[in-house]
């Protein structure tokens, strides 16, 4: 299960993915009564939408454990299975978090869990050779953070994160588009765009249509958004994962350094899908990054990896000795 604070996928054992939904709660904002998860949570007029999910970790514990818990009973369609789950864990997670992790997975109703360093997971859904000597790099930009990983002998050997993910990218095209448009548009309508803009850096002459609020009148209208604004509006966050990048980088080893220098970075996760981004990155790192084929369902291909064959991590635990 890819516990991710936009979506969440779960794979299964010979069937692959079977289950790709958005990490969201419904409530009624009176009562707090829950009213939908996933899919139909994010319908509008649906209620208000709650994210409990917030780096890969529960930020509210119970709303989290009532989501896994509806999740795996659709899965299984049967309310008395209990199954064993491969999850991801963030390498800055604390004990606590870790043991928070495991609570919420058996209370909502697994029988076991096996923990995933999250970079490792990415890289094995990402196809990354993990079990080479030379050090490669995993970016993954979720929705509320970007996580950077070196892997090297099937560990993760240096990491770090930076609260800049997909969130922030939305929020600087929204307020770019008030500023130049006088138009108030939302976090949905700036993603759209994002999505229309497309992943290819050329050609930048493109343009979108995006619908929202006036700011004086109050009305609904639209305004042609050039693919350039999109590209301006992101440049902060990416510079601010950019600076995150090579941190991480000046912290390895020189050996490490030197093989990132050739083997590169591959970029998973929705934010991975920004128009230029590959370019941006590799301008600023100088070093080679593409984007994985599956870059939204990486990690969870990875977890599968590990479903597939319970005793991978052991086994490359063993190889990094």
């Known amino acids: 299960m890819d516990l991710g604070a936009a979506g969440t996928r779960i794979y299964v054992k010979r069937k692959g993915i079977v289950l790709d939904e958005p990490s969201a709660v419904a409530r009624d904002a009176v009562t707090g009564r829950v009213l939908g998860y996933g899919a139909e949570a994010v319908r509008d007029g649906f209620g208000e939408t709650c994210w409990p999910i917030s780096g890969g970790l529960p930020a509210d514990g119970e709303l989290t454990r009532r989501l896994v818990r509806h999740f795996l009973r659709k899965v299984h369609r049967n309310p008395f299975a209990r199954p ?29 869990i096996l923990l995933v360093p999250h970079g490792l997971a ?5 196809g990354v050779p993990v079990r080479d000597c030379a050090g490669r790099m995993v970016i993954d930009i979720g929705r509320d953070a970007a996580r950077i990983a070196v892997l090297s002998r099937g560990a993760v050997v240096a990491s770090g994160a930076v609260p800049c993910g997909g969130h922030t990218m939305s929020l600087s095209i929204a307020r770019l588009v008030e500023h130049e448009h006088g138009l108030l548009i ?11 803009a497309g992943t290819e850096w050329k050609p930048l002459q493109r343009q979108v249509v995006v619908r929202g609020r006036d700011v004086e009148s109050g009305r609904e209208r639209a305004a042609t958004l050039p693919v350039q604004l999109i590209y301006e509006a992101t440049r902060q966050p990416v510079e601010t994962i950019v600076r995150a ?11 490490l350094a030197a ?7 591959v970029l998973v996760g929705g934010g991975a899908l920004l128009r230029g981004l590959c370019r941006r990155l ?15 369902v990486s990690v969870a291909l ?5 479903v597939d064959d319970l005793g991978l991590i052991a086994k490359l635990r063993a190889a990094a000795r």
């Open 84 to 112: 064993r789950v491969v999850m991801a864990l963030p390498e800055d997670a604390t004990p606590i978090d870790r043991a928070a992790l495991r609570d919420m997975a058996f209370e909502a109703e697994a029988r076991g």
């Open 122 to 126: 990415a890289a094995l859904g990402a």
């Open 186 to 196: 939302d976090e949905r309508e700036a993603e759209a765009a994002k999505r229309r």
């Open 245 to 255: 990048a090579v941190g991480i980088v000046e912290r390895c080893p020189a050996e």
């Open 259 to 265: 093989d990132l220098g050739e083997q590169g970075a």
């Open 282 to 296: 590799r301008a600023a790192l100088c070093m080679p990054v593409q984007r994985a084929e599956r870059p939204l």
């Open 302 to 306: 990875g977890l599968g990896h590990c």
